[in-house]
């Protein structure tokens, strides 16, 4: 893309993975969208890409920073939050406990209400407000969140691992077609996966 050689034009869908994509380091996702906001190709192939209406993204982790530093020219996120350094000042990979709220994410569609055992993998994910409004705002459009042991919010580490207000883990875009997310769902798609499970899994 950097280069012109691929146009997004020819994709409906893109996802931005995490796993330390683009670099081993702090601050990598920041860094990914900043090579696309500082670079006029990308950015206008990035622009268009997500202002067409048949277009869909998902960011998970070092990508749910990247997209979310791309949220002003993302349609719809312009409360999405930043992501920052977990409150615990350590890196937390482990399980969590997450819940699928109502949201118009379509990556989420037919799962509201469920509550899933799912892996974090991050230091830096904290999601951060630039005020108490833009987070309001956001209310319906909370694609995840961190809960406690009794299936409310996780308002406190450890169930929270990060310290994200409300226990805020992924959000959407109005529509749906743009979501992010801190955990790492596709690290858990096995039974054999898990510590523990219910005999009839």
């Not at 050689?5 to 869908?13: A, Y």
């Not at 959407?172 to 510590?195: C, K, L, W, Y």
Request: proline letters at 6%.
């Amino acid at each position: 893309i950097l280069s012109g050689r691929i146009q997004l034009k020819d994709f409906k869908g893109l996802a931005a993975c995490g796993g330390f994509s683009y670099g081993d380091v702090l601050g990598a996702g920041e860094g990914w969208a900043k090579s696309i906001l500082f670079n006029p190709l990308a950015r206008e192939e990035f622009s268009a890409f997500f202002a067409r209406s048949d277009s869909f993204a998902l960011g998970v982790c070092n990508g749910c920073q990247m997209l979310s530093n791309l949220a002003e020219i993302i349609p719809g996120a312009e409360n999405w939050p930043r992501f920052r350094r977990n409150l615990s000042e350590q890196f937390e990979a482990r399980f969590t406990q997450i819940e699928i709220p109502a949201s118009p994410s379509l990556f989420m569609a037919g799962m509201a209400g469920s509550q899933l055992p799912v892996v974090v993998s991050h230091g830096e994910g904290r999601a951060v407000f630039a005020s108490t409004q833009q987070q309001a705002a956001l209310a319906r459009q909370i694609a995840l969140r961190y809960i406690d042991a009794q299936g409310k919010p996780a308002l406190q580490y450890p169930a929270n691992p990060n310290g994200s207000p409300a226990g805020i883990a992924g959000v959407t875009t109005a529509d749906g077609r743009f979501t992010i997310m801190m955990p790492h769902p596709e690290r858990v798609f096995r039974t054999v996966q898990n510590s523990w499970h219910p005999d009839t899994w």
